[in-house]
């Protein structure tokens, strides 16, 4: 399927639940410093149209709304209720919430799975209550929720505006943090803000689905601790980031902060390049950094995406355009490289010394005329090397830095700059010294929803998200997934036997099961006795030779002594058969040696690696790189969830950093990419179709100018869970 | 010379240059559009006490100030001229400012060696009369000066107030943005502002010493381009960053950025990655991105440095905990271990469901009570393995948040914190979601000399500046830089026959160069004949041998054929001889080949690489990394300037990226790191003792576990040069 043709089956039941007609508040309090009563101040001063309930044995009214003892008492209907009371009190509370028709409960308290033990022990009591009841769980050990655009601010929060950003964040203080940023630079509106906390019922991917299909959300914007169910996470991101943007925030990028994340929601983090990797697959915008998650956020809120990444920079200052220069390499991106006939224009209005040369430095020919950053910014708009515009420098200033008198030139030039972006679909991101004392051009700027940072680092962080999400785009129309292959009833008995022997597949089994499925495997044969051995010799004649033990009591191969290279004639290949037995029994006496693998050496190229994992978060993952040092100490590795697009496995051999090796160097000749894609996609296929493969690890691949082969292949097999289920699927 | 006793033998001229009790304002204007406006305006607002003559031939008076025709025609005795004429009549003022006695001159005009041809010829011009009239230059392309202690303010910056950062900037847009931040936060202040433009006359190094010797700053932060003599510079920067914190950007990261600052003020950038090496070797504070200039700025000058790396976080919002532990730990910063002691105390004031676990995580405590945080900080900040403190949250906000009956605990716990500071020689560093809106608890922070900042990712990056300064100034102390050896007349005469003959060294020659000074190089022999071969053979028995052409015609070894490896026993050697020679005749024919080198085969190890290049901006500079793709592929290299301490070749050891691959991985035991040592500072030694040492290359050196063995090595001669020039040093 397309995913851009995608629709979700059916509506979020979240819709309900976060847009309830009624609402009841259990432990409402008239004590201010209680959440109780900020939930009950939030609801009555953003104008909530529905009922209030506010709970509470010991009130008869709470701040002029008439409390009810109990849940029970109530007699209207309420869909949603918050719950301010101690975990102790939850479970019981919860089922008498489904007895009352209740949809969907928030629970602030803390003390359930994160802290373990006992808390873990009652978070299933709850869970199991809420599913005999039929109550959804927000939380528990949330912050809360608001829904502005349904006057529903349950965390009382002062100075949020309704507005398109939605947010999802197992951080409390990161929800105040862009809140504060917002009501401070003046820009940012919010939609709904749901805290997951510890995830025991609604998870991210529910959240998220919701945000994709509310009206009012625009951009959706998540701190993640931890996934609960990462495949489906990504499914539905897959999802949404084709209708709009993702942008997520993933903690635990190092073992402290998995460590921390793990004792405040009880997340799993699992391996953060890995998570990283999964969610760009899925189209998410992914920061790095807490402080560029509104920019990046509003930014793409509010530009969507550019064409692609050659960036035009107009700047009056040397020095800005120079950083400037470099931030946008750092990020991967382009100067864009200006036509002749745009160079030309921008001569005809600028000083001889300006640089027209990307990036474009006015250098003092805008200081008693600034709109003429609006002119030069028109002039590179209109130029098809350019898929964005990148002001830099001051404007919003000229009228403070050098003369009063300049202020009518400068709203004129910020007026021209709003024509300009309603003209064009290029995103236009506008950095100015400013901004952090918002001059009249630049508030004129914000309210015509064009975007200003206060800092070229910011800046460009956004432009390349933009330029991210538009190649993005672009890619997913032209690259479906690959199907799976149609499993084979001789491979697919194949694992049952070796399931039932309680082993893995014998290397030479593994080979079998690629080379069936059209995966290069230079030819090789298992050699039982003399015979065998005379036979292969005969057929192979001179060609050097690789010898491997085959057994599935030794995993070591080289260790146990089972390894002998470059063997040349039957002599010799008597001679290292002979080798290969003794060493290996006298490194395992027990050891059921089943005979010795006879390959060709393999030919001269870059040895690279091919992985499976099952993940426990994320389901079945690719896994790509370099041989040895490459993988085991520099990391540099790229990952993708199964099934891959053809776009997926190009991306993976272009993401890896070692990728100059694959292009040739020190005068070897590059290999043949596009063979090692056509790799990568066949494996992700024959995974897909075999689901008693848990492991798969080809170590080494030698890849050349010729392509590539299999030198080694290992196959783990899943032989925990149910063969009968398994069955069904081939 | 220990650098912390170092003092700058005499005080900077720059001094009565900056502080001048006369200013001539060459090109003064009454229209406001004009820097000769703005300046008189900045002098007079600021009340500069000095004497002001602008010079205008074309008026009378000058906003209320008397004008005069020319420079000659001033009564007084200005010290300082500021030029605001364009580029063409500045040589022949010069001249006439020289005359008059003014020792230097502020040159705002762009139009010199930043556009080549016309405008270098230009600016040779200029610096010809500057140096015949003894002034001093600075700029040209400069977008001026300001001192504001002394009450000048060329630039007439608005709402800039004195205090103690000193800023040496290329990019005039760099320091208004540094003022538009700091007059938005409220905090810093400024001491003395140059743009040093296109260094024709003072350079970095000038300025940085000025800056070192000025009473008035504290810290001195420098935006630049390009060294013009980055020798100079980073002995300048070590005598100051002794004395104070200082604090570079240096642009240029990339080849994009290169170019770009290449056309702003004619800089030729150099490598990035080794001039960050370098300026961190000196003691210099790098920042990476250009909105952490003045957070790592202000706190470096308000806290000045911690004593380690071990940061204990106080925080009362787990996500933001996590996030901080990451931060903490990119930046190569520890959460510090808290003692039984410390947790057992913090467990006393907390709610038990608190984690004392660092991050502390307050989990609600302090909701009612905010001035806890300070408690907390104060038992941490007492734990001898903490070395600085880092709070993360919300405060400033509780009174907003929660309940404004907060807000006299949170002022009494932000007076507590003033009091910690002062009690504590420990830096705290206060992280507040709250900083945008200012809050009175922050306001008072701020007042008291905190630093508090907006984001976890500055506040981490300050922090990791004061570890780093810490240690800095910890091991300076200690390490002593290398003096260089005693070169040997024989030596000294082989590098002067090596000129002679118009070739570098032979491999055998550069071998012996280092063991003569106590390098680790295998013995080895030059065999020019069969009788030195049977000779050789005899005394090597049957050790497997490397053999090697030695010819000055032949640069490439292997690609001759002039490489035989693993030869054992006479015989073979014979082969191997003859081997070599004809395939090396068949090469060059013309090839002079001396005869061929015999050594025994290196013992098995990690291949790293010691070079040795003269730079052009910083000199003589070692370098360090391992073998092959390391180095050209990775760029995992580490620089430091010659001559280095202990310490500096430590810290190349530990600072690439492969080093856990010399620590031992896949059961290789780890290599004797302390011998690497011992080699990277007797090639400094070595180098430092023979100036006609230009390039050396030694690759591979093998390091193993019982030391290292230096395999190949090669050393260019610097052919130059003038040799009697040289001689003398020796």
Not at 222 to 232: A, I, T
Not at 392 to 406: N, T
Not at 443 to 457: M, Q
Request: charged share 25%; hydrophobic share 45%.
């Amino acid at each position: 399927m397309n995913p851009i043709e995608g629709h979700l089956p059916t509506r979020s039941p979240l819709h309900d639940i976060l847009a309830p007609t009624g609402i009841a508040v259990i432990g409402a309090s008239a004590d201010p410093t209680k959440r109780g009563y900020k939930a009950m101040v939030g609801l009555i001063k953003d104008g909530y149209r529905g009922d209030i309930y506010p709970v509470n044995p010991k009130a008869d009214m709470i701040l002029g709304v008439k409390a009810w003892p109990s849940v029970t008492a109530i007699p209207g209907n309420p869909q949603l209720a918050l719950i301010c009371t101690p975990a102790a009190t939850v479970p019981g509370l919860i089922a008498e919430c489904g007895r009352r028709g209740i949809k969907g409960a928030v629970i602030l308290a803390s003390g359930f799975a994160e802290i373990g033990g006992e808390g873990a022990a009652l978070e299933r009591e709850m869970m199991a209550k809420a599913e005999a009841h039929g109550v959804r769980i927000i939380g528990p050990n949330t912050s809360g929720v608001f829904n502005l655009h349904h006057h529903i601010n349950l965390l009382a929060l002062d100075n949020v505006k309704p507005g398109d950003v939605g947010i999802i964040s197992q951080s409390g203080n990161m929800l105040l943090s862009l809140a504060l940023e917002a009501q401070h630079n003046g820009q940012v509106g919010f939609s709904t803000y749901v805290g997951p906390g510890n995830q025991s019922d609604i998870g991210f991917n529910d959240y998220l689905r919701y945000l994709g299909e509310d009206e009012h959300t625009r951009v959706a914007t998540l701190y993640v601790e931890g996934f609960r169910d990462g495949r489906k996470f990504l499914e539905v991101a897959r999802d949404v980031t084709a209708m709009k943007p993702v942008v997520v925030y993933k903690s635990g990028s190092t073992e402290q902060g998995q460590k921390a994340a793990s004792s405040h929601t009880g997340a799993l983090a699992g391996s953060y390049a890995m998570t990283v990797d999964l969610l760009r697959q899925s189209g998410v915008s992914v920061v790095q950094y807490s402080d560029e998650i509104l920019p990046v956020a509003e930014g793409l809120g509010l530009l969507q995406k550019s064409r692609g990444k050659r960036v035009a920079v107009i700047s009056d200052g040397g020095g800005q355009a120079t950083i400037a220069s470099d931030r946008l390499a750092e990020a991967g991106l382009e100067l864009a490289e200006l036509s002749e006939a745009t160079r030309a224009k921008l001569r005809e209005v600028l000083f001889p010394q300006a640089s027209t040369v990307n990036p474009v430095d006015v250098a003092g020919s805008t200081d008693a005329n600034p709109s003429l950053l609006a002119t030069c910014m028109e002039i590179v708009a209109d130029d098809d090397n350019v898929d964005s515009v990148f002001l830099v420098g001051m404007f919003g200033g000229y009228s403070i830095r050098f003369a009063e008198s300049l202020l009518g030139d400068e709203m004129r030039g910020a007026e021209a700059m709003v024509d300009l972006s309603n003209a064009t679909e290029k995103p236009l991101v506008i950095y100015s010294l400013y901004t952090p004392i918002k001059p009249p051009a630049l508030r004129r700027l914000h309210e015509a929803g064009l975007p200003v940072y206060a800092s070229i680092e910011q800046s460009v962080r956004v432009l390349a998200a933009l330029g991210e999400r538009g190649q993005y785009l672009a890619q997913i129309h032209a690259h479906a997934r690959e199907t799976p292959v149609d499993a084979r009833p001789e491979l697919t008995a194949m694992f049952r036997q070796a399931r039932a022997e309680g082993r893995d597949l014998f290397e030479y089994e593994a080979k079998q099961l690629l080379r069936d499925h059209g995966v290069e495997v230079p030819e090789e044969r298992v050699v039982r006795n003399e015979a065998e051995l005379a036979a292969a010799a005969a057929a192979l004649g001179e060609t050097p030779l690789a010898m491997k033990v085959v057994s599935k009591d030794i995993l070591h191969k080289s260790d146990a002594g089972g390894v002998r290279l470059n063997v040349v004639g039957e002599a010799a290949m008597h001679d290292a058969r002979n080798a290969i037995l003794d060493a290996c029994r006298a490194y395992d006496a027990k050891a059921e040696i089943e005979g010795v693998l006879v390959a060709p050496m393999a030919k001269k190229g870059v040895e690279v690696i091919v992985g499976v994992i099952r993940d426990p978060i994320f389901g079945p993952v690719l896994m790509f790189g370099l041989g040895g040092i490459f993988v085991e100490i520099l990391e540099d590795v790229a990952f993708r969830a199964i099934p891959l697009s053809r776009h997926d496995a190009r991306s993976m051999v272009e993401q890896i950093k070692a990728k100059r090796i694959l292009e040739g160097v020190r005068g070897e000749s590059a290999v043949d990419k596009e063979a090692l894609v056509e790799l990568l996609l066949k494996v992700s296929s024959i995974v897909a179709a075999y689901p008693d493969l848990k492991e798969l690890d080809l170590n080494p691949v030698i890849v050349n100018a010729d392509g590539y082969a299999v030198v080694d292949a290992r196959v783990i097999v899943d032989r925990d869970s149910d063969t009968t289920d398994k069955e069904a699927h081939t």
